[in-house]
């Protein structure tokens, strides 16, 4: 029983985080990459991954306090904001890491890729000769 609540509360915080950090990038009106952040554009990771990973921590807390202590509901309330305080911390942190791993590791690959392009440009330049 308790995997089919982790399960849910994990799909239920990751397509809440995944939707607000679209609402945030893409707006209803005028979009945050056309405002005050136009380099996001390029990055949306720095914004998407840190808030659903954040999302994703606070319902694994969150999902863990209530299902240990499931009649102490006052208690968990009480307990509750000082664990969300870390929660969404850690979580922001491993997300903006993540971010910036992936944005290292695309960048990787992009270079390897216009390597391979100018090593094939520069052998059919020289085999023409």
């Known amino acids: 029983m308790r995997f089919y609540l982790y399960f849910t509360f994990g799909i239920v915080s990751s397509i809440l ?9 893409l707006g209803t009106g005028e979009s945050i990459i056309d405002g005050p952040l136009p380099w996001l554009a390029k990055f949306p990771e720095l ?8 999302c994703l ?5 969150v999902t863990e306090i209530f299902l240990s202590n499931p009649t102490r509901y006052k208690a968990n309330c009480r307990v509750l904001p000082r664990y969300l305080q870390r929660a969404l911390l850690i979580g922001t942190i491993a997300g903006l890491i993540a971010a910036l791993l992936t944005m ?3 960048r990787l690959g992009v270079a390897k890729q216009e390597r391979k ?6 052998s059919s330049l020289h085999s023409t000769d």
């Open 17 to 25: 985080g995944w939707f607000t950090s679209q609402m945030l990038l």
């Open 47 to 54: 914004l998407m991954l840190p808030i659903i990973a954040a």
């Open 104 to 106: 290292f590791i695309s």
């Open 57 to 61: 921590g606070v319902a694994m807390v």
């Open 117 to 122: 392009k100018l090593i094939s440009e520069f």
